[in-house]
Structures are given as structure tokens and as C-alpha cells.
């Protein structure tokens, strides 16, 4: 059930591979790219939003196999296939099947653009089967056949009419193998929990009932492990004679609820009594809604196995076994629940200090109870870093090692981390213990109130009291300075959510401060108050020089206040030197005849004058400078190893594509 293979191992086998599984986080999807996965895997979970995945995430699903993509965007689409060349695909993505999926446009962009795209880019030789719906026939519901008229009643029914009639057009004009499986009531593992049989077999575990709707009202029930045979018969015999046909897929058996609710308390024995009307019914809701499967029978010999009795007891032992109030239930509540963090941590000449940072973030994190991914940064370091972090590497496969040419800084170091990152939010620090992991639980709290920067402000630092006040003092004048609000005292150290992630790995600026590029992007932000501890090993890297080029590096990075000083003072001595003038002939003609022409005056101005040009070309060499490293484009840093697990990519082909594959 949970790791069990599944009964249809040899069908799965048989699948022409790469597999394609579209909307893999939804409910279908994750039973289909699940079941597919514990045989094969070449199968790939495409999603558009990973953050939100949480049956994905709580299936473990490796991240080389869940795949970013936009259905509404073309290029999206395009480039997935040219990079995995798909030869099956399982399309289940769609938009408003839900009393909550309440937008029309999206109804529509989803379930029949969307569909288009991704018809768009397949060949003869792909195999395409589509999640139909039975709510196609609409009011033409009681035991309607393929050839029946379809008379939907809502958006969504007439959306997914269309997208049957675009496959039947693809199938007929162009020559693909596509399939449209009219679904009618999918049950069983992995379904959302505010639906019916979720909620009863929930409620039965207590022994109770849930409120209910009318008894009156029908489904055709469908067991989820029937249903994944259907999609895997569909792929395995479509014809040319079959492709860009309709197929219900049902049991052919007329339920009502009544007789949900009295096969519910008769298998586990519920002596409670239901309260009809307790829950009011939905708008569409019909008393004659069942299908007729014999055609996908016939053309494929598919036939619901599952009875209701058997299909009820497997989804409640499957609850038992997942601990259904405990995972399943908060995860649903609260899809970023169950997150992975990414630490990225600037590594150099903390070879002492990386096995105390390695343990102290796995333990704050176990006890977060979310799940981790470290990439520590060598920034080619001459102690035994890489040494160290390779055997880190080779215990804890969630952790990633990344070596580079040189030395290209910290904030290079951030950035190469950040563009492979693949949890849902980013921690930044340093590798000398000088950020606490133990902070991390502060920026979690806040993250998942919805901030999506979260920075370490540095109420204290355990260092000289002159040093405190000479970085106190900067802070200060560089928030007065800057032209975007920058927070006071506050690092690199910070968490940061993963869409902001990819803002910052995109921009293209060479020469980057990310303390400052932070804020400039925006987004919610907010701080944590924590107590700069010092150094645990040796001897920080910094010293007065270094200090010195980082404040020019943030001063002339977000500020134009050298350049309108200098402006400022060209006229205040301009006005100045003329009221001089004005004085001297005043002076000479009139009140002090006997002036005596003295050179120290002259020497004076012209020291005075001199120092201010070069001052002001000065700083106007430092923003031609960064012009001119910009003009350049040199990368901002360059990779000699990346080590995965146990795994190392070494070339810079393999490098390459790695990263190709890991950003998002």
C-alpha cells in the first residue's frame, strides 16, 4: 500500500519512457506518478508550483524528478520537452473541479490551453491520455454512452467538452495517439480531506458519521487503483482507430449516498445513525449521475475491479498507516508544512568550524520537524575544506559541496549556492559559526507567517567595544545614504523565501551586495533580533582594509549621495569664491586700501580647490569603475565541483547541465 509494488508492475514496465506525469500534485496525479515511480525512474512529476506539492512532498519524491512547469506559457513547455523528450504523457492538470477553483478565465486557460500547449509540442510517436471529467454530460448524467450528446452545466464541464474536442481534432487532423478518460467519482489514497470519502472514513475511524447531504443523491464510485490501470491500459492499446476517442471510466453501478453511508457502517460496524441534510448539497449535485464503461472495456479490457466494501477498507488502513490526523491532515491545512530548507553556507578557512555547523543545522531542523538540504560553499579555500566537506557528502545526501577557481567572495559564494538551491526557502550563512543555527527556528516562525525575507538584525556583537561602534556608526550613515531603505545592522544572515531566491539569482549585475540587492527587490520583509557571537576557530578573515572596501562597496552600490555632495559643493564654493572676488575688489577700493597681496592665500585656495577635484573625480572613478566591470560580463563565479550525495560533476559539461536541471 505504502511501499508495496503495485499489481500492475509488468503494465508500467511496458510504458515507452520518458514518462510525463502533468499535474502530478493533484490527487490522481500523485497515485498515477507514484505508482509509476516505484517501478520506473525515468517518470517525471511536473508541477507548477513545488512550494505547494505537499502530497509530493510527503511522498519524498527526489527533486531530479519533479519538473517546474507553466502549462499557460509555450516556452515553458517547449523547453521541458526538448530537454526530456517525452515519449507518454499523463495529463491530469486542470483548474475547477473545486467549489474553491472559483476563476472563470483560469477554468479555461487551464483545461484548454494548457492542453493545447502541451498537444503543441507532442509527435506521432508520443502517447497523450487526458483526465477527462464525467461532468462533461452535464444533465445528460444517467448512464450516458461516448455517443450520447453532452449538455454540460457549468465552466468547468464545458471547458473540458472543449479540451475532448481539441484532442479529437489533434487525433483526426494531425495524426497523435491522444485518449480522453471521462472520470467519474475518484476515491481512495492521497485525495483532498475536505472530500466526501476523506471526511467519512475519517469520521468512521472515531466511529462516527460526517454531516451529509441528501440521500438521494448518486455517484459512480471508482477506486483510485483502478482508475491508475485505466491511464496504464489506455497507454499501453491505444490504436489509430481508437485515438482522439472519449472512454467513461466508471464501475456502471448507480451509488447513492444512503448507500455510501450504510456499506460504511455495515463494513465497520458504526452503529451511529446518519443526519441527513446535515450538509447542504452542492449545486450540481444529481440523483442519476453513473456511467456506462463498456466501450473501454470493449477496445481495451479494462474493468473496475475494486468493490466499494474493498475500496472503503484499503483508503482507511492506508489513513491507519500514514497516521492520517498527524501528516496527511496538516500538511493539506498548510501546504508549505513539511518544507525544505536550504542552507547555503560561504566556506573559507572554516575547515574546523563546518562539522559543528553541519550538526548544530541537521539537529535545528529535526527538531523543526522540515526537512534539509546544506550546500556549502568552498570558496577555494587553502585549509582542508573540501577534504572535510566531502566526507560530510558522503554520509548525508542531502548535503552538496561546491568548490570554485578561486576566491570570489562571500557574496559569490551566496549566489553559486542559491542557483542550484532547490528547497523552498534559503538560509544564508557564514561558515565561522558567527550566524547561529540556532536562529534558524526565529526566521522559520516568520516565514510561514508570510514574510518572504526574513533578516538577522545584530542587536549585539561580541567583539571590542570600538570595532561595535565604528559598525554601528556605518550603519547608520549608509541607511541616511542610500537611496532604498536598507535595514540597520542587518547581514547576509537571513532566510529567504525561493521566489525571491530566483529574483536575486536572475539580476545581472556582476558586482553584487546582497544585503543591499535584499531590499531592492522588495516582497514582504521583516527582522529577528539575534547576538552576533564571535568566532569559534581562528581568526576572522576581515580586517580595516576589507571593512573599508566593503563599506565603498555598499555606499557606491546603493547610494548616489558622493556625487550630489560633490555637486553640493561646486556650487556652495562657486558662490563662495565669487563673494570672495566681490570682498577682494571691495576691500581693495574702499575699506582696506593697504591689503597686503600674500601668497599663503593663494596657496591655501589652491591645496583646498585641488583636494576637492581629485576628491570628486575620485568618486567619479568609483562609479565608472563598476560601470566598467559591468560592461564586462565576466560570471560572477566559476564552479570546478559540485558533489551531490556521494555523486561528483566534475566537467563542465556535467556542471552545466546539473545547474540547467536544478534551477528552477
Known amino acids: 500500500m505504502l511501499d508495496s509494488l503495485p499489481h500492475y508492475r509488468d503494465k508500467i514496465e511496458q510504458l515507452k519512457g520518458p514518462i510525463f506525469v502533468f499535474g502530478a500534485s493533484g490527487f490522481i496525479g500523485a497515485n498515477l506518478f507514484n505508482d509509476i515511480f516505484k517501478i520506473r525512474k525515468d517518470c517525471y512529476a511536473l508541477t507548477h508550483d513545488a512550494t505547494k506539492a505537499w502530497r509530493l512532498k510527503l511522498l519524498n519524491v527526489p527533486f531530479e524528478n519533479i519538473i517546474h512547469c507553466d502549462i499557460l506559457s509555450d516556452n515553458s513547455v517547449r523547453e521541458v520537452f526538448e530537454k526530456y523528450k517525452p515519449q507518454t504523457l499523463f495529463n491530469l492538470a486542470a483548474y475547477g473541479a473545486y467549489s474553491k477553483q472559483s476563476s472563470v478565465n483560469l477554468t479555461y486557460e487551464t483545461n484548454v490551453i494548457g492542453t493545447a500547449n502541451i498537444l503543441q509540442n507532442c509527435s506521432k510517436e508520443t502517447v497523450y491520455i487526458h483526465a477527462g471529467s464525467s461532468s462533461e454530460y452535464g ?26 474536442y481539441l484532442l479529437e481534432y489533434y487525433a483526426k487532423v494531425l495524426d497523435l495517439k491522444t485518449l480522453n478518460l471521462r472520470l467519474y467519482s475518484i476515491y481512495g489514497y492521497w485525495e483532498e480531506p475536505d472530500r466526501l470519502i476523506p471526511k467519512l472514513i475519517e469520521s468512521v475511524r472515531n466511529g462516527e458519521l460526517p454531516s451529509l447531504v441528501s440521500p438521494d443523491i448518486s455517484r459512480d464510485f471508482v477506486f483510485i487503483e483502478d482508475c491508475v490501470e485505466a491511464f496504464l491500459d489506455a497507454a499501453l492499446k491505444i490504436t489509430s482507430e481508437t485515438a482522439g476517442r472519449s472512454y467513461n471510466i466508471a464501475t456502471g453501478r448507480k451509488t447513492t449516498i444512503g448507500d455510501l453511508v450504510e456499506t460504511s457502517r455495515k463494513t465497520f460496524g458504526i452503529a451511529q445513525e446518519p443526519k441527513w441534510g446535515s450538509m447542504s448539497n452542492r449545486k450540481w449535485d444529481l440523483a442519476e449521475w453513473y456511467g456506462d464503461p463498456d466501450a473501454f472495456e470493449a477496445d481495451f479490457g479494462w474493468k473496475a475491479k475494486t468493490s466499494l466494501e474493498d475500496g472503503l477498507a484499503k483508503t482507511k488502513n492506508w489513513q491507519d498507516a500514514l497516521k492520517y490526523e498527524d501528516s496527511i491532515l496538516p500538511a493539506f491545512l498548510n501546504p508549505k508544512l513539511n518544507p525544505v530548507i536550504t542552507a547555503i553556507i560561504a566556506c573559507y578557512k572554516d575547515a574546523q568550524a563546518i562539522p559543528f555547523m553541519y550538526e548544530r543545522i541537521v539537529k535545528t531542523c529535526n527538531d523543526l520537524k522540515v526537512r534539509y538540504e546544506i550546500i556549502f560553499v568552498n570558496d ?22 561546491i568548490s570554485h577557481s578561486r576566491n570570489f567572495g562571500s557574496q559569490s559564494a551566496f549566489l553559486s549556492g542559491m542557483e542550484i538551491a532547490t528547497g523552498d526557502c534559503v538560509v544564508l550563512m557564514d561558515g565561522d559559526l558567527q550566524d547561529p543555527p540556532e536562529i534558524i527556528p526565529a526566521f522559520y516562525e516568520k516565514w510561514m507567517e508570510g514574510n518572504d525575507v526574513v533578516y538577522g538584525v545584530r542587536v549585539q556583537r561580541e567583539m571590542k567595544p570600538h570595532i561595535h561602534f565604528f559598525y554601528k556608526t556605518f550603519y547608520k550613515i549608509f541607511q541616511s545614504l542610500s537611496y532604498i531603505p536598507i535595514p540597520r545592522d542587518a547581514g547576509d544572515f537571513s532566510m529567504i523565501d525561493r521566489k525571491v531566491v530566483k529574483e536575486l539569482v536572475d539580476l545581472p549585475e556582476t558586482e553584487q551586495f546582497l544585503r543591499g540587492l535584499r531590499a531592492w527587490v522588495g516582497f514582504k520583509q521583516t527582522g529577528v533580533p539575534y547576538v552576533r557571537p564571535e568566532r569559534m576557530f581562528g581568526v576572522s578573515t576581515n580586517n580595516w582594509t576589507k571593512n573599508i572596501w566593503w563599506a565603498k562597496k555598499a555606499i557606491f552600490s546603493f547610494s548616489f549621495a558622493p556625487l550630489e555632495l560633490m555637486s553640493y559643493a561646486g556650487f556652495t564654493l562657486t558662490g563662495l569664491s565669487i563673494l570672495g572676488i566681490i ?70 559539461d556535467e556542471i552545466r547541465t546539473l545547474v540547467k536541471q536544478l534551477r528552477k
Open 139 to 164: 444533465f445528460n448524467c444517467t448512464a450516458p454512452k461516448e455517443t450520447d450528446r453532452v449538455e454540460p452545466n457549468s465552466h468547468y464541464a464545458v471547458s473540458k467538452v472543449s479540451a475532448a
Open 583 to 652: 570682498w577682494q575688489i571691495l576691500a581693495k577700493l574702499f575699506f582696506f586700501r593697504d591689503t597686503p597681496q600674500g601668497i599663503s592665500t593663494v596657496i591655501v585656495l589652491i591645496v583646498f580647490f585641488g583636494g576637492l577635484t581629485i576628491l570628486g573625480i575620485s568618486f567619479l572613478g568609483e562609479y565608472i569603475t563598476k560601470i566598467f566591470e559591468e560592461t564586462k560580463k565576466r560570471p560572477k563565479y566559476i564552479r570546478t565541483r559540485i558533489r551531490r550525495g556521494s555523486k561528483s560533476y566534475k566537467t563542465a
Open 380 to 401: 577555494s579555500s587553502p585549509d582542508n575544506q573540501e577534504e572535510v566537506i566531502n566526507k560530510i557528502c558522503d554520509k548525508d545526501p542531502n548535503v552538496v559541496g
